[in-house]
């Protein structure tokens, strides 16, 4: 049977705060029940920063995005959240198209995307959390969200707008693509937010309560005005406490099952194999 799939959807990038924007991507759309947000974003002030890279098969759009916003010759600096194909997707090109920026990274971030990073030394600033990185005209703080799926991960904290960007935390898949948590079914969501925390972080069933809890009210005390993050529609200020909310609640919550070979049998029959 031959299906026909509707072209992507394009949503252009949503204004998070003052010069801050968010970049919107994902994937799944027509070919899965839900989608997966991959977003970036770029504070646009004295010294540009674009904060992770998206994934390498959406590269022309991803840089059209970026670059109606800010040109490359302006941007100073490109902070990759952890090392993670999503995140550092367009990272190299964009070095490379970007002669002014310096990558801020960490040690163990190039160590573990070894020669896949073609960015020199020279070019990097390693910045760990808790560290601070002066823009001329805000003073950005990286802050681990405290959930994770690499050990290499920053957030990163604007107090001049209170926007944070949250790598993988507050992950949501979504029935069809949204700009803003607001849109989605506030039980689909929260269900949503569950699941995902636990696939991107399966120790989180196994964590000391009160540390974890610890880890959440760190960022809870940034006093964020926006959440924004990779995998998810922007997180307003109305919906920031259910945001904490649920990411308290995963390490105790039941989720769905992940897709298994069954489901990929189901998938090999759609394609015309025969499954195995
Ligand atoms: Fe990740
Ligand atoms: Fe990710």
Same mark, same amino acid.
């Given at each position: ?32 029940? @839900? ?23 959406? #590269?022309? $759009? ?49 160590? #573990? ?24 005209? #805000? ?19 604007? !107090? ?46 196994? @964590? ?7 880890? @959440?009210? #760190? @960022? ?12 998810? !529609? ?7 406490? $259910? ?17 298994? $070979? ?15």
């Amino acid at each position: 049977m031959h299906t026909t799939i509707a072209p992507k959807t394009h949503l252009a990038p949503t204004k998070l705060a003052s010069e801050t924007y968010l970049l919107h991507d994902h994937q799944g759309e027509g070919t899965a029940p @839900v989608c997966v947000p991959l977003n970036a974003m770029v504070i646009r002030g004295v010294e540009p920063i674009v904060v992770d890279t998206g994934m390498p098969e959406h #590269r022309e $759009q991803f840089f059209a995005d970026l670059f109606s916003i800010v040109e490359p010759e302006d941007i100073r600096w490109v902070f990759v959240s952890h090392d993670d194909i999503d995140h550092t997707g367009n990272v190299n090109e964009l070095m490379d198209l970007a002669p002014n920026a310096t990558l801020v990274g960490n040690w163990f971030l190039m160590e #573990r995307m070894g020669a896949s990073l073609a960015v020199s030394p020279l070019r990097q600033r390693w910045l760990g959390d808790g560290e601070r990185l002066d823009l001329g005209d #805000r003073t950005l703080v990286a802050m681990r969200p405290p959930v994770y799926d690499s050990p290499t991960t920053r957030g990163l904290f604007d !107090p001049t707008t209170g926007v944070y960007w949250a790598s993988d935390a507050f992950s949501t898949p979504m029935p069809v693509p949204v700009r803003d948590v607001a849109a989605l079914d506030p039980m689909f969501w929260d269900e949503g937010m569950l699941m995902f925390n636990q696939y991107v972080a399966p120790w989180l069933t196994m @964590v000391d309560e009160t540390r974890f809890q610890a880890c @959440v009210d #760190r @960022v809870q005390a940034l006093g964020a005005s926006v959440i924004a993050a990779c995998h998810t !529609p922007m997180i307003g200020r109305s919906h920031l406490d $259910q945001a904490l909310s649920a990411t308290r609640r995963s390490t105790s919550a039941t989720v769905a099952p992940q897709p298994d $070979q069954a489901v990929l049998e189901q998938i090999q029959r759609t394609l015309g194999g025969h499954g195995s």
